[in-house]
């Protein structure tokens, strides 16, 4: 079975900087989709950024990007000029390709933003 | 239109109470999900519909029964729960099962059980 792994349970970074999450999986797939998930207050589920695993490039979207390590089975998401409404629970999930579309999430990362 | 829509927002029932939750997409999405999150931890997918039919049951107490009714509705029906079962219900959908599709999802309807 796929597993994702969170190791920080939160951080905290000054408003304007760059933090990164870290994002582990287990799979013995070749092929899948890697997403980042926000979940504000508001609870809501936001897709932030996906990665499809046979794409060697990052994938970047605005001040959001990620250096997947396919080897390393590492899916880390970079945040720059962080905003305060950045604030929120990050999820790493996983997904295999075909199927049914289970997302597998990882145990989150609460990220917090000092003015 | 991008909104999964849920309702109600907040529901508090008793154990022998019957309720239900509604989800609404008109996004034209052919697969619909429900997910369960209990606080400080990963949403945990429980049912999926594809074309109105139940394609998977992930080992869900029978005290839950999904419905689709049609394509832009998803309900879930609540009967005798327990305390345990307080969560937030997400609903989420996307364009189908297949390829590179995203999930949309709701913003929940927080569910206390008394």
């Known amino acids: 079975a796929q597993t994702v792994t969170q190791s920080q349970p939160e951080m905290s970074v000054q408003e304007a900087e760059t933090v990164t999450l870290s994002c582990t999986y287990d799979?013995?797939?070749?092929?899948?989709?890697l997403f980042w998930y926000k979940q504000p207050p508001s609870r809501q589920m936001i897709l932030v950024i996906r990665?499809?695993?046979?794409?060697?490039q990052n994938a970047t979207e605005n001040r959001f990007s990620v250096n997947f390590q396919k080897a390393a089975k590492s899916f880390s998401l970079k945040i720059s000029d962080s905003q305060l409404g950045d604030a929120a629970m990050y999820f790493c999930?996983?997904?295999?390709?075909?199927?049914?579309?289970?997302?597998?999430f990882g145990q989150g990362t609460r990220l917090t933003i000092n003015p | 239109d991008t909104e999964v829509t849920q309702t109600p927002k907040h529901l508090v029932m008793g154990m022998t109470n019957k309720k239900s939750l509604k989800c609404e997409q008109h996004?034209?999405?052919?697969?619909m999900y429900w997910y369960k999150q209990k606080a400080k931890k990963p949403p945990e997918l429980m049912f999926v519909y594809s074309y109105e039919k139940l394609s998977i049951n992930e080992s869900v107490p029978s005290r839950f029964s999904p419905e689709c009714p049609n394509s832009s509705l998803l309900n879930l029906h609540l009967h005798a729960l327990q305390p345990e079962d307080s969560a937030l219900y997400l609903c989420?959908?996307?364009?189908?099962?297949?390829?590179?599709?995203?999930?949309?999802f709701g913003q929940g309807t927080r569910l206390t059980v008394v």
């Open positions: 996004m034209g999405h052919r697969a």
């Open positions: 989420a959908s996307s364009q189908d099962l297949q390829g590179n599709t995203e999930a949309f």
């Open positions: 999930a996983y997904r295999a390709t075909g199927g049914a579309q289970k997302l597998v």
């Open positions: 799979t013995s797939e070749s092929d899948y989709y």
């Open positions: 990665q499809e695993a046979y794409k060697q």
